[in-house]
């Protein structure tokens, strides 16, 4: 097969950007740096600075009920739905910065119910665990044992804070109202005698009657039951400065409680469901965020609302809970749609009493996952962004950024902006030849063009194409560069493309042309074309920007004149409707098809719900080459880049991405599969190739971006070096056999895996007619080599004996090798063999294999052995029959009737 191509095309996954977060408990360290997170059954562990995975824990087999880490990152506490509680230690690697070990110290069984929220206190030392039957209990977390149980009624447990109480004197009842008191007893006031240091320890816990039960840790007791709201208490904190609890409800109010008495100090009505809340900038100041998906700023003592009028956003914006630490610098909040924010809260420091401020600015976004990601493509002349379309009313651009340069939070894979305007599911997108322009379509029946310039900081909407009657499947911008002397070529990000061209369900194709200025006038299409029967699926328009292509589930692609929207060719053969249309490079070598050469104005490479690839020929539209091999749609193809020169013609690529999760690169020329791709577990909708590097993106509804790094340089290369080294190797082997350098040759025959050598080899050795005395197999030499063997090639030998002892010809050598392995090693060191990449072979098939042989031999000697014993019988009484001697006639014997 070596001369079926001139060379082998490879590519290797370079980068993949994951999801971290597919909803669920989201908990933070008071450094800010370890971000946990639920996906699925399973917790990650991600570096907020840099984005970079430090720990993935697998689950239990069920989903994640909630999670916790302690403040100072030393455990990770982690409850699911199988009613068990995992503790973890946490402790950085000792092989790499950029990861975390974590090691299971304990699993518990803390409720009957599953837990639904935890705490931990700031010590990191107690941990709260609170559940569905209305329980809560207090663990210690390094012993792992119970050390309080608090039983109220049988309501949801659904919050749950720590916290010491400041006023420590013995006149104060510290905690207690006044309908709580209860007379001091004789042995409560011995009580006083006890360590004063944990007297104010306190534990508040709310539940879904509205309820919030102070337990007395000391005491273990309930200190008082604040019953004012009358809906789930989603958030409690406490502020030592201010000595008052803070409380928050789906009610749709605030309150913040004396801590002394236990009576209301103020109520405040946020009209919204308030999911998250806590204390900032010493008790001065409070935060809240609930249904309408903002962080609101209000002041303690009076209530009054800091931050300015904000509306209410979608209700994938919904906040559904948030986290903040003394001196972190930031609110993190967690949305429906899995999205994490860091709001600044610098603005908040020595804030006048009576000032207004605008909303907290945005530090970071970081999606926690992609949801289906349906289009993606390079952004920006360098191509260090990519926008993904996914699934939603928005376009989310990402960093590509890399190395050193990596700053701000602005990392591999790193939300940069988002495009918003569309108001519904954005289907398809287009980039110009500058990628500072792009063409986004939507179900909300129209098209946008957006301007990206993050140097700037300005990703705006330029232009909003209204006039389709149902959704667009399909949008393209030409790709034609203006002269290199021209304005449009010098700043591409002030000069819009031309046109853009549109398809859609409607089942219409509309060619608009652009404003170059700001222009208040809605654009009008320059023609609308009924186009296909069925709906357009895609788009593409040729490189030198006469030409475009519309690809319909009809089964058919028809080729356009740009200038005239008249139907110049018909492209029939497809047997279901055509998803994917690509035209060919500039400059893209003459193909060899199925009818001969394929020349003229160029090619164009479909992909079908048929399941095959086709290149047609522009000159008379038929079909030049159909690829088949994918197990569903074709959903995306494109062409590669064009490499270098490699004897006198060029090799040309094309990819396709299907709905069985798989991208596969085929060459044009010869039609054939030259490698597939496979990363996904659903189906990739997405595909873009780096025009210099050959980086091919993919993009799948598992939300999963994988970038495939083109590797087939570096392969070529170490495939010539691995041949040119196993030549000399071979030659090399061949010298010590001839030199009878056994301890070299044996070495080197396992190495090189040569059976063949090596059972002459050691052949040579058991049957050579001196063996050296004191040796096991014939020769010390090889006694050594064989007592020296690493685990790989120990266990390479056990397969080539097990291999020779079932064959009667070589069973002796098997034997003998086998019993000086046996005599050379250990048992624990036979037995504990673990080599990696031997899947489904063990050290223990081997050897059962082995004594199943062995056995048979033994059996085979032991009978020879008794048939040996016959003919010394039969030879003894043949000595008995008496045997004339020379010379000597005997008489014949008379026998009788």
């Known amino acids: 097969m070596a001369s079926k191509a001139p060379y082998q095309t490879t590519f290797e996954v370079e980068h993949t950007i994951q999801p971290i977060y597919t909803g669920g408990s989201v908990t933070l360290e008071q450094n800010g740096r370890i971000l946990a997170t639920t996906l699925g059954e399973d917790a990650l562990l991600t570096d907020l600075n840099t ?24 455990h990770l506490i982690i409850c699911s739905r199988s009613l068990s509680m995992r503790i973890y230690s946490l402790t950085p690697s000792p092989t790499s910065a950029d990861d975390v070990k974590c090691e299971l110290l304990r699993t518990l069984k803390p409720h009957t119910t599953p837990v639904v929220i935890l705490a931990v206190d700031q010590t990191s030392t107690l941990l709260a ?27 949801l447990i659904s919050a749950l804070h720590f916290f010491e109480l400041v006023a420590s004197h013995k006149e104060e009842e510290t905690g207690i109202s006044a309908r709580n008191r209860k007379k001091r007893t004789k042995h409560e006031a011995e009580d006083d005698s006890k360590n004063e240091a944990t007297r104010g320890f306190r534990l508040a816990s709310g539940s879904q009657d509205g309820k919030v039960r102070i337990w007395d840790l000391y005491n273990r007791n309930c200190a008082s039951v604040l019953d004012s709201h009358v809906s789930d208490v989603r958030a409690l904190d406490y502020s030592p400065e201010e000595n008052a609890l803070l409380t928050a409800s789906r009610d749709k109010t605030i309150m913040w409680w004396d801590a002394k008495t236990w009576k209301v100090r103020k109520v405040v009505p946020v ?29 303690t003592d009076n209530g009054r609302e800091v931050t300015k009028p904000q509306a209410a956003k979608n209700e994938a914006d919904s906040i559904v809970s948030a986290i903040f630490f003394r001196d972190l610098g930031f609110i993190l909040s967690v949305q429906t749609d899995h999205t994490i924010v860091l709001h600044a809260t610098a603005s908040l420091k020595d804030l006048d009493s009576t000032a207004t401020i605008a909303p907290l600015e945005q530090l970071r976004r970081i999606s926690g996952t992609h949801d289906e990601i349906i289009d993606l493509g390079y952004l920006l002349p360098d191509r260090s962004l990519l926008a993904l379309a996914t699934n939603s009313e928005e376009i989310r651009i990402v960093s590509l950024a890399q190395g050193d340069s990596v700053d701000n939070g602005k990392y591999f894979g790193a939300d940069v902006a988002q495009l918003k305007g569309h108001d519904d599911i954005i289907i398809c997108l287009s980039i110009d030849w500058s990628g500072y322009w792009i063409a986004t379509g939507a179900k909300d029946n129209t098209a946008r063009l957006w301007r ?32 290199e002397s021209s304005a449009a070529f010098k700043s591409p990000q002030d000069h819009p493309p031309e046109f853009v061209l549109t398809g859609s369900q409607d089942q219409t194709v509309k060619r608009w042309d652009i404003p170059n200025g700001v222009t208040r006038k809605a654009p009008r299409a320059l023609y ?3 186009a296909h029967d069925k709906d357009i699926n895609a788009i593409d328009i040729h490189h030198t920007g006469q030409f475009f292509a519309s690809a319909s589930q009809d089964k058919t692609v028809k080729i356009w004149s740009v200038q005239e929207g008249e139907v110049q060719g018909i492209l029939r053969g497809h047997r279901r409707g055509v998803w994917s249309v690509k035209f060919a490079p500039k400059d893209t070598p003459t193909i060899t098809g199925e009818s001969g050469p394929a020349a003229g104005r160029g090619l164009i490479v479909t992909g079908s719900g048929d399941k095959t690839v086709k290149i047609w020929n522009l000159s008379d539209y038929s079909c030049v080459r159909t690829f088949e091999g994918h197990a569903n ?19 040309v690529q094309i990819a396709s991405a299907g709905g069985d999760g798989l991208v596969k690169v085929w060459d044009a020329n010869t039609g054939e599969l030259e490698t597939t791709l496979d990363n996904h577990e659903d189906r ?29 340089a570096s392969t070529q290369a170490a495939t010539a070096a691995a041949a040119t080294q196993f030549v000399e190797q071979e030659q090399e082997l061949q010298n010590y056999i001839h030199a009878g350098s056994y301890r070299q040759a044996i070495t080197l025959a396992l190495q090189l895996n040569h059976p063949g050598r090596l059972l ?13 005395p004191d040796s096991l197999c014939g020769s010390k030499a090889v006694d050594e080599v064989l007592a020296n063997l690493s685990d790989e090639q120990l266990f390479t030998l056990l397969l080539r004996i097990r291999d020779w002892n079932t064959n009667n010809k070589t069973v002796t050598v098997a034997q003998k090798i086998l019993s000086v392995v046996m005599k050379s090693y250990p048992a624990t060191r036979l037995c504990n063999l673990k080599i990696k990449g031997r899947k489904g072979k063990s050290v223990g098939d081997v050897f059962d294999a082995l004594k199943v042989y062995s056995d048979r031999h033994y059996k085979r000697v032991e009978g020879m052995v008794d048939e040996s014993y016959l003919v010394d019988y039969t030879l003894r009484c043949m000595d008995g029959l008496g045997f004339i001697d020379e010379g000597v006639v005997m008489e014949p014997m008379e026998i009788e009737s």
């Open 760 to 772: 002459s080899l050691f052949t040579s050795v058991v049957t050579q007619n001196t063996p050296e």
């Open 684 to 712: 990739v909708w997405a595909l873009a190739v780096h025009p210099v590097t050959n980086t091919i993106v993919s993009g799948s509804g598992d939300s999963t971006v994988t970038f495939w790094k083109d590797t087939t």
């Open 633 to 651: 749609s074709v959903l995306k193809v494109l062409w590669l880049r064009l490499p270098g020169e490699e004897k006198g013609r060029k090799h």
């Open 51 to 74: 984005g970079r995975q430090l720990a993935k824990i697998e689950g239990d087999g069920e989903l994640i009920s909630t999670m916790t880490l302690t403040p100072s990152a030393s």
């Open 129 to 155: 665990t609170g559940a569905a039957d209305g329980v809560v209990k207090v663990w210690d977390i390094l012993g792992g044992y119970n050390t309080h149980t608090f039983r109220g009624p049988n309501v």
């Open 528 to 530: 609308t074309r009924k």
């Open 271 to 299: 009209l919204e469901e308030v999911e998250a809340a806590g204390f900032l900038e010493a008790g001065r100041l409070s935060y809240t965020g609930g249904a309408n998906g903002n962080i609101r700023i209000w002041q």
């Open 452 to 483: 990206v310039d993050p140097a700037n900081n300005s990703f705006s909407c330029h232009t909003t194409f209204s006039g389709h009657a149902e959704s667009l499947g399909a949008i393209a911008l030409p790709q034609v560069a203006p002269p």
